[in-house]
């Protein structure tokens, strides 16, 4: 995307934030609480409309599709404050995400694949594979909604692999987790951005995101105060002050 | 209504509309329409000439009190930090309440303050027009086809709108004589739609509403994925059900049951739309009727062929009126289909041409060469209906399609960001629902009239479909069959007792009385909800086949006993029912025999079934219920929601399952670190036997809890 800029009112929520995730390419976006992260989330995928600048999907502009226009250019997210289908079980979960990606991949949109898959999976096994790579498997017919928030995030995450996206938006999907759950979440995501998956993650858990980011982007006040591989940022003096210094 | 702050949009919509159905039954019980209460002006003197416009001092005084209450309610709204908490809490409830605020309490002045103004503009409106209930009770149309021109939050806009709207029904009034007609339309009644077009052209002129992640947060309580086998056996049953009580009935009592049926259809057609998809309609019956009138006028010889034309019909209409629509969502969409329903009751159905003699005359079904004779015949032919399209709505809700309406009602955004085009799917659930409904009045093989089809029958039906259990088939049913045969008071009375009984049935699950019926959604932290997959002998309930066998002995029994008028004491009848049909399957359960444990809640079960033998014995059927047919289902009925109740503070499910809801940690004094679901995962990895997993009672969990910890 480049040169995004979000107005709410009078309130600029984001300012001329240009960036981008190549294939296979995991990237952090950093910040403080308020400084747009999740506001640009929504911005790339349509839930709000840009003031300014522009959103490209491999190469094509979508500045003027729908929300689900987007999804089927191979865009993919799961939401910081839950947004599971909480009357159904997990693995239903999962399936309305691939049912819902069949019903548009047979009108001749195609989508990119990820997983390890011949791409025509009856649905049933698709499921089962997803939960499995997410290690819910043992909680397939368990109600979303009496999950701990922790797996009810993997099962977003789930759910958006069943519509096989080739970008992947995640808001905060570790926060839940503990420790081992995290690094094994990390290994996870290295898995998928291995596969040729597009990762933008947004995460408060910096350990996290200096493992398995290639490139990171920092916000603050709705600006990029900084961008650059891991080392780079960890070093950039704003960065410090704005956010590292804080938490720690 | 602080109950349902934060639930759902199409719960707060429904709870206020019943709220309002409740409050027009207590008006009418405490103001008998037959009675005239005239009443004064408020001042009587004075009169005012304005460049040749006679001003009254009633007229003066409505004018002065309505600039005032602007000027004040601006004040209040800009200036006061009331008003300003109240702003917030439409734009961020959780915010207010982060940053000190109240929002409960100040939700509950807002409710006071548009209370009262309300009843201000009733005691001016008084003088001026001759206030009956319903009509007064529908005038919310008018304002709120003023008040969306401000979008509900603007004054100016408001009054603007307000002003617009009054103008334009005078001029439309002085312009359309008694007679005026536009070509083969009749004008005649335009003035009285030209608040419903008005509010429908102004919501169509909102922009769409955008997404809003997040906007939903609550852990909501699974539903549970209804069953096809006990859909189809339940269907047997409704129509064995209906031929037995039917041949009782006397004509006048099937014709009325006829449009029970049909209307339970109409009802049936909320399932999908509302229980699966979260969308509100309330002109269901305006597709009702336009399916009966469809089948009246072009199909009189009562060929099947029509029956589909009709549905086809519908369904074209309902995508129609959705597609503008629901762009719109929440309250919006709900105004919308009132501003249809009052349109089509005024401009389509009140046409000559449309229902000759404000009637339409359906005919009874013909199938080819087999055709359906008589009103019983008919009867059973709604009943079969009704029995198909709920089983296909049952197979619905298991299908892909079912999954992902329910998906769509939960996270609308999600579904977007999955590549689900929300719009075509809603479109298409509205269109399948504008199609049950007519079929409902195609098929109903009775004469209605004009009034059967108004706003203030479709209200009704979105709320009994709701306190019957929305998105229940059997819900459906009861709401349908309530409203089509009784008086709107006697249906009031009725949904308050159902949701007495569902309030009831919740007791054997603490901490889960909100879910009672309309309260379905409130927020819980912690949802702790795991039901046994295990299936086979319902635990402490008769077996199965030997309880089958014994109802069809009883039910065969009752029907010979009411058959031949043997019954004189219908108290003893129905006390007889309940004890045949709601106590004696779950005496197993308190009475166990030697060497089995009781299982479930036995005291207040117990208790629970003395009180329900007594008021059944003690209300007065006879008396309450003219004809003996209607008597017999009101029993049945009762006996049902008895037996339902019965197990729910047993603690079991309606399909005989233990529901280990009740068993909270504290409860049994356990650490409560562990959801069911994850005791339930920890005690397959520590091996736990899978035959005690799927008995999960306190004791089971305890043993699961003992055995993850140690």
Redesign the interface.
């Known amino acids: 995307m480049s040169g995004v800029t979000v107005r709410f009112g009078g309130h600029q929520a984001l300012t001329d934030v240009s960036l981008g995730v190549d294939e296979g390419q995991i990237v952090g976006l950093i910040g403080p609480n308020g400084a747009g992260k999740?506001t640009l989330f929504?911005a790339v995928?349509g839930?709000?409309?840009p003031s300014a600048g522009s959103v490209r999907i491999m190469g094509r502009d979508v500045s003027n599709l729908?929300?689900?226009r987007r999804?089927?250019l191979g865009?993919?997210?799961t939401?910081?404050?839950?947004?599971?289908?909480?009357?159904?079980?997990v693995s239903?979960?999962v399936?309305?995400?691939v049912?819902?990606?069949q019903?548009?991949e047979r009108r001749g949109t195609t989508a990119r694949q990820f997983l390890a898959t011949d791409g025509n999976l009856p649905?049933d096994a698709e499921v089962d594979l997803i939960l499995e790579r997410l290690g819910l498997g043992?909680?397939a017919?368990?109600?979303v909604?009496?999950?701990?928030t922790g797996q009810a995030r993997l099962v977003?995450l789930g759910?958006?692999l069943?519509?096989r996206p080739s970008v992947l938006l995640l808001d905060e999907p570790a926060s839940g987790l503990d420790d081992p759950e995290t690094a094994d979440f990390g290994r996870l995501l290295t898995d998928l951005a291995g596969a040729g998956l597009g990762i933008l993650l947004v995460e408060h858990d910096v350990g996290l995101v200096m493992d398995v980011c290639e490139h990171i982007c920092v916000l603050d006040f709705g600006s990029v105060i900084a961008s650059g591989d891991p080392e780079v940022v960890r070093a950039n003096e704003a960065v410090v002050a704005a956010y590292l210094g804080a938490g720690t | 209504m602080r109950g349902i702050e934060g639930a759902q949009e199409v719960v707060k919509i429904v709870v206020t509309v019943s709220l309002m159905v409740a409050l027009i039954f207590v008006a009418l019980w405490i103001w008998p329409e037959d009675q005239a209460h005239p009443l004064g002006n408020l001042v009587s003197t004075g009169e005012l000439k304005v460049a040749g416009v006679t001003l009254t001092g009633q007229r003066l005084l409505t004018i002065g009190t309505a600039i005032v209450v602007a000027i004040v309610l601006r004040f209040i709204l800009r200036g006061t930090r009331l008003g300003i908490a109240m702003r917030a809490v439409v734009d961020d409830r959780s915010l207010l309440k982060l940053n000190g605020g109240r929002p409960d309490r100040t939700s509950m002045l807002s409710w006071a303050l548009g209370a009262s103004l309300a009843a201000v503009s009733g005691v001016l409106l008084a003088s001026e027009q001759a206030p009956s209930v319903i009509p007064l009770t529908l005038l919310v149309v008018n304002a709120y086809a003023a008040a969306v021109v401000g979008r509900l939050r603007s004054i100016p806009g408001a009054f603007a709108g307000s002003i617009v709207l009054g103008l334009a029904i005078s001029y439309v009034g002085a312009y359309t004589p008694a007679d005026a007609a536009w070509g083969p339309i009749a004008l005649d009644n335009l003035q009285r739609a030209v608040p419903a077009i008005m509010l429908f052209l102004v919501i169509l002129a909102q922009p769409q509403v955008r997404l809003r992640a997040h906007s939903l947060q609550r852990a909501r309580r699974p539903m549970p994925v209804p069953n096809q086998r006990l859909a189809a056996i339940g269907g047997l049953v409704l129509v064995a059900t209906v031929v037995g009580i039917g041949s009782l009935m006397s004509g006048p009592d099937q014709n009325t049951l006829l449009k029970g049926f049909g209307f339970a259809i109409a009802t049936l057609s909320l399932v999908p739309l509302t229980g699966y998809s979260g969308q509100i309609s309330l002109a269901q019956l305006t597709f009702t009727g336009i399916g009966a009138v469809v089948m009246a006028s072009w199909g009189a010889s009562g060929d099947v062929f029509w029956v589909f034309v009709a549905v086809a019909v519908c369904s074209a209409v309902g995508a129609l009126v959705a597609l503008p629509a629901l762009r719109l969502s929440g309250i919006y969409l709900a105004l919308a289909t009132a501003a249809f329903a009052i349109f089509c009751y005024w401009m389509v159905f009140q046409q000559q041409d449309v229902m000759p003699g404000s009637t339409a005359s359906v005919p009874y079904l013909k199938i080819g060469p087999l055709e359906v004779g008589s009103d019983f015949g008919q009867l059973v032919v709604l009943a079969v209906a009704f029995a198909v399209i709920a089983n296909v709505l049952v197979a619905l809700r298991r299908s892909a399609w079912g999954r992902r309406l329910t998906a769509m009602r939960d996270s609308p955004v999600a579904c977007a960001t999955l590549g689900l085009n929300l719009m075509s799917t809603k479109v298409g659930v509205f269109a399948l629902s504008a199609a049950i409904a007519g079929a409902g009045g195609a098929l109903a093989g009775r004469t209605f009239v004009v009034d059967d089809f108004g706003l203030d029958q479709s209200l009704p039906i979105t709320m009994l479909a709701v306190v019957g259990g929305i998105g229940s088939v059997g819900g459906a049913l009861l709401g349908g069959l309530l409203l089509g045969v009784a008086p709107i008071a006697t249906t009031a009375l009725a949904a308050n007792a159902i949701g007495v009984f569902r309030v009831l049935q919740r007791l054997g699950h603490p901490g889960d009385l909100g879910h009672a019926g309309l309260h379905g959604d409130r927020p819980r932290a912690h949802p702790r909800r795991c039901r046994s997959r295990h299936r086979g002998r319902l635990p402490g309930l008769l077996p199965l086949r030997e309880a089958i066998a014994a109802a069809i002995v009883a039910a065969a029994a009752l029907w010979l006993a009411a058959r031949t008028e043997l019954i004189a004491n219908w108290g003893l009848f129905a006390a007889v029912v309940v004890l045949a049909f709601a106590v004696l399957p779950v005496l197993p359960a308190i009475l166990p025999p030697p060497g089995e444990n009781r299982r479930g809640r036995v005291g207040p079960t117990a208790v629970w079934l003395v009180v329900l033998l007594a008021v059944t014995a003690l209300i007065p059927w006879e008396n309450a219920i003219g004809s003996t047919g209607f008597r017999l289902i009101a029993i049945l009925g009762w006996t049902v929601l008895g037996a339902l109740t019965t197990l729910g503070i047993l603690g079991l499910d309606p399909t005989g399952r233990l529901n280990v809801s009740g068993a909270s940690p504290d409860h049994i004094g356990l650490d409560s670190s562990l959801g069911d679901a994850e005791a339930m995962v920890a005690a397959a990895e520590v091996g736990v036997d899978e035959e005690l997993l799927s008995v999960p009672t306190p004791v089971a969990l305890e043993v699961l809890r003992g055995g993850g910890d140690r």
């Not at chain 1, 909604?145 to 701990?148: A, C, K, Q, R």
């Open positions: 999740t929504n995928c839930v709000v409309t729908n929300t689900h999804a089927r865009l993919g997210r939401f910081q404050r839950l947004e599971v289908f909480s009357s159904l079980t239903d979960n399936r309305v995400g049912e819902i990606r019903t548009w649905v043992g909680l017919d368990v109600p909604g009496s999950l701990p977003e759910r958006a069943g519509a």
